[in-house]
């Protein structure tokens, strides 16, 4: 070891040493460090054996594991199992009927097509996502040998010497071993956006971690002054790890979308082997060999699954994840863009959700007036009204700021080093005319007494004109009760009770407009020397400031979307209850006049999960304040629990147990911390919560968009399958398509349609309508009837196209065999009959109530390109010789294919006539 040093002691069960507990020195020597830091070589050491400096990525099944379960899906069983029954049956048939091996052989690449497909498209989304894994922050400044250098944040490891400074995102959960002012800001870990002072005192046995004044935390940030902290825990180990832990021990429920498939595939499954046995039963008697007559049923329940289905499902969900992705929305996994289309209610937290995480002046009181402070952000740009009668009290309380304003450089603009809050009252300042170098520089500061929330203060001593003046800045109760005197006008009064009166209706009147209050005041002391009691006692009060951490500018609008689509937008916070009311009605969450249930994580903990249940369902405006993570969850889980689809947003650890209990957790890009980033299933690249009405909407779109292709592949279903049981019923003893010939139609022309009946755009009112209700299952009544409708159409006529054919050609009801001519012309016209059918169908499913010509023949061009592929596999089909050896057709004639566009377009023909009388219907009279 270097240094003389001593290994750090293992952790014991987990537990990271108590060095909050230690000295300094015990400090130092509990982790192996010293004033001069670590050795190179020791920490190189350290890092190869202990790890990075790193949350662990959450356990993900390997490649082939994951590709394996494409195969668990329950069409793909249902598959596989009628290709391995099919293959046995050629193994044991005499002779053996090489179709039944090609038979066997299509399923089999219908079914591994799909898994390729879907494995590819998760596989490929969730790598993504994978893109924003930065840790917070990415550099810091350490002591090395003695000297400060610079290295990458997941190279810390224990012993480190971290410097702190004002500004500096903390890297790891650090011991403080010096400091100098020393505040930082936990609200990504806590939820507080208050700066806490550190020191170096030793923490009192069994104090609780996070109450230690002599820890930092990975992850906050450090609002002001300058130290340096020893790491005590890096990685899992740390703060941060303790809640990623807490979130992978929530189970993620499915999404309403797995739910619904999984129901719709056990019916559809159900329905196909029981037609099949049905089938069976039926035409055993019939002569045909028991092999060929249980190939025939198997091919009946081939043609009742949507084998296009889960491909067809996979890729338009990432058409989804695509658009969100360019409207700043990454969806990391797929089925989050339907639940996202589905949700009922968003649970938000406040600061950098809804507000910009800036805190601005708004307004200054002073001397029984208000006046009023323009601009918004860090830019030192607008006017203060009647600046000359607040610029002493401004100018004092820049005075008592630690923070810097630093100017615009390159892409960046103006940025507050430190503390926000003491950022606003710099720009305010800068706004009133006041010189902030100048005036630092003639009042320089001789010494300090930095804030502590024990008496909620902030006190600086400045030496000027011979002599000494304290500025003190600070929470309004507890500075009025040290004041003796105010400033009115240009005259100091003695601060009587009717002004006590005065400036605490003031404070009131401020914070009910959702402004944070300080107020500032000032007196002369005895010397640089003074203590504490004297500089905090006998002021004279300046005034108070109030400042507003302004609502994001498109968070209006968004929250006015949401509620206007049905969706309950409730307030979820760590924040203080009466800013965080009056920043909800300011952005519309809650309505102007209504009567706001207000409750803080202490009531929660004394009522239980039926009151809280009880709660959300009678109170309609609701909002919960100085929450803790644990609440979070509790608040998401009885939503829940009520029927609900629930979305939460948040960018901070608190918030990553509740993003994952939520149907869908919407987490943060820029400010977001990786917690509540591997916690979520969708980050706003931009941190913008308008995006979340966008997605909504794009959401609604991709589950119209499943309704419209389950619609066109559950009708030509139907085509398939009645005349087969036409055939069968009426003793005709050949079967009207073959099951190769329906594997053709299903993956080969009607799987690219469908995918580009996935990207179409949503339709006008998508947001207009209220979200659907968790019992409005894929299979609805309204989706059943559409396919029954538009099926029963095509069924008429590839039916008719069929035995229209035989007749055509002379072959007799009775005694038909294969062998005949006009049978491979016959089941050729079935075949192109349902290709034909199903493009007028794509046209019709576009929509459900507005018209083909209204929303524009060639304003899907994908759709129209994969019709055109369709067609031409028929046409290969029915004109090429070696397809017309592998599927057993014949070449189709003109005549033939005017019949079939006849027959076709009745199916788009008759849903216009729908249509239209449905629009009529709506149309009030």
């Not at 971290?162 to 990504?188: F, I, K, P, Q, W």
């Not at 296009?308 to 797929?334: D, E, F, H, N």
């Not at 309380?397 to 950022?423: F, H, K, M, S, Y």
């Not at 009717?498 to 209050?517: G, I, P, T």
Request: net charge neutral; charged share 20%.
């Amino acid at each position: 070891m270097e240094h003389g040093l001593a290994a750090p002691p293992a952790a014991k069960n987990g537990e990271v040493v108590p060095v909050q507990e230690l000295s300094v020195g015990d400090g130092f020597a509990a982790v192996g460090s010293s004033a001069r830091g670590l050795s190179g070589a020791e920490a190189a050491r350290r890092l190869t054996v202990n790890g990075r400096n790193e949350l662990p990525r959450p356990r993900r099944a390997s490649p082939v594991a994951r590709f394996a379960w494409q195969f668990t899906d329950l069409f793909a069983i249902v598959l596989l199992v009628a290709a391995v029954v099919t293959l046995l049956s050629y193994l044991v048939a005499t002779p053996r009927d090489v179709g039944n091996l090609q038979l066997s052989a299509a399923i089999a690449a219908v079914v591994v097509l799909n898994a390729v497909i879907g494995f590819m498209q998760e596989y490929m989304a969730e790598r993504t996502a994978e893109t924003l894994q930065a840790m917070v922050p990415h550099r810091a400044v350490v002591v090395r040998d003695g000297a400060r250098v610079e290295v990458p944040a997941v190279e810390l490891v224990i012993g480190d010497l971290v410097v702190l400074e004002a500004g500096d995102a903390v890297s790891a959960d650090c011991r403080v071993v010096e400091a100098h002012d020393l505040t930082v800001n936990n609200m990504a870990l806590t939820g507080e956006s208050d700066p806490v002072g550190r020191n170096t005192a030793p923490a009192p046995a069994g104090m609780a971690r996070l109450e230690a004044r002599n820890l930092v935390w990975m992850g906050t940030v450090v609002s002001g002054g300058t130290g340096k902290a020893v790491v005590a825990a890096t990685g899992a180990a740390t703060e941060f790890g303790r809640i990623f832990r807490l979130t992978t021990d929530v189970r993620a429920d499915r999404s309403p979308l797995q739910r619904q498939i999984a129901i719709m595939a056990r019916r559809v499954a159900l329905a196909a082997f029981a037609l099949g046995a049905m089938l069976f039963v039926v035409r055993l008697p019939a002569g045909d060999s028991l092999t060929s007559t249980f190939v025939f049923a198997l091919g009946v329940m081939v043609a009742l699954v949507p084998e296009g289905l889960p491909a067809t499902m996979s890729v338009a969900l990432a058409i989804g994840v695509r658009r969100m992705a360019r409207r700043q929305a990454l969806i990391k996994k797929l089925l989050a863009v339907e639940t996202l289309g589905s949700t009922t209610v968003i649970c938000t937290d406040k600061t950098g959700t809804l507000t910009r995480a800036e805190m601005t002046v708004q307004t200054v009181w002073s001397g029984g007036r208000t006046h009023r402070v323009g601009g918004v952000g860090y830019a030192p740009e607008g006017e203060v009204e009647d600046a000359d009668e607040v610029r002493d009290l401004l100018s004092a309380a820049a005075l008592c700021c630690d923070a810097r304003l630093l100017p615009p450089e390159g892409r960046q603009g103006w940025r507050i080093l430190g503390d926000t809050t003491e950022g606003a009252l710099l720009v305010a300042a800068a706004k009133a005319g006041v010189d902030l170098a100048a005036t630092q520089a003639a009042w320089p500061r001789v010494g300090e007494f930095p804030f502590d929330s024990a008496r909620k203060l902030m006190t600086t001593l400045h030496r000027v004109d011979g002599g000494v003046r304290a500025n003190v800045k600070g929470a309004p109760q507890e500075l009025l009760a040290r004041c003796s005197h105010i400033r009115v006008g240009a005259e100091t009064v003695v601060l009587d009770d009717e002004l006590r009166r005065q400036v605490l209706a003031a404070n009131d009147d401020m914070a009910r407009s959702a402004l944070r209050v300080l107020a500032v005041a000032s007196r002369a002391v005895s010397s640089a020397r003074a203590d504490q009691d004297e500089a905090e006692q006998g002021l004279t009060l300046l005034g108070l400031v109030g400042m507003l951490d302004p609502p994001r500018p498109e968070v209006v609008a968004a929250v006015r979307a949401c509620r206007h689509a049905g969706i309950r937008v409730v307030m979820v916070t760590g924040d203080y209850a009466l800013t965080a009311e009056a920043i909800a009605r300011k952005v519309g969450i809650l309505p102007a006049g209504a009567v706001v249930r207000t409750v803080t994580g202490v009531e929660l903990d004394a009522i239980d999960d039926v009151s809280l249940r009880t709660l959300l369902a009678d109170s309609p405006h609701v909002l919960f304040a100085r929450v803790k993570p644990e609440h979070k969850m509790r608040v998401v889980g009885a939503f829940k629990d009520l029927g609900e689809v629930v979305a939460v947003t948040g960018d901070g650890a608190n918030d990553a147990p509740a993003l994952k209990r939520a149907d869908i957790g919407v987490s943060m890009g820029e400010s977001g911390t990786d917690v509540a980033r591997e916690a979520s299933v969708m980050v706003l690249l931009d941190d913008s919560f308008a995006s979340i009405a966008a997605a909504v909407e794009l959401g609604r779109s991709v589950y119209g968009n499943i309704r419209k292709f389950l619609i066109y592949l559950f009708s030509h279903n139907m085509g398939e399958l009645v005349p087969i049981l036409v055939a069968t019923f009426a003793g005709f003893p050949l079967v009207p398509i073959t099951t190769l010939q329906i594997l053709a139609i299903d993956l080969g022309a009607d799987v690219l349609p469908a995918l580009a009946l996935g990207a179409e755009p949503p339709e006008p009112g998508a947001m207009d309508l209220p979200p659907r209700r968790q019992t409005q299952t894929l299979f609805s009544g309204s989706l059943v009837r559409r396919f029954l409708f538009l099926g029963g159409i095509q069924a008429v006529g590839v039916t008719f196209a069929f035995f229209w054919t035989l007749h055509a050609a002379g072959v007799p009801f009775t005694g038909a065999t294969a062998q005949l001519p006009g049978y491979r012309e016959a089941i050729t016209m079935t075949q192109a009959a349902i290709v034909v059918s199903q493009l007028f169908n794509g046209l019709a499913v576009r929509s459900d109530r507005h018209s083909i010509v209204h929303i524009g023949l060639f304003s899907n061009p994908p759709l129209l390109a994969a019709q055109g592929v369709s067609i031409l596999l028929i046409c290969g089909i029915s004109y090429l010789p070696p397809l017309q050896a592998l599927f057993h057709t014949a070449p189709l004639s003109l005549a033939d294919w005017a019949l079939l566009i006849a027959l076709g377009a009745m199916v788009l023909v008759a849903d216009e006539i729908r249509k239209f009388v449905l629009r009529r219907r709506e149309t009030p009279t």
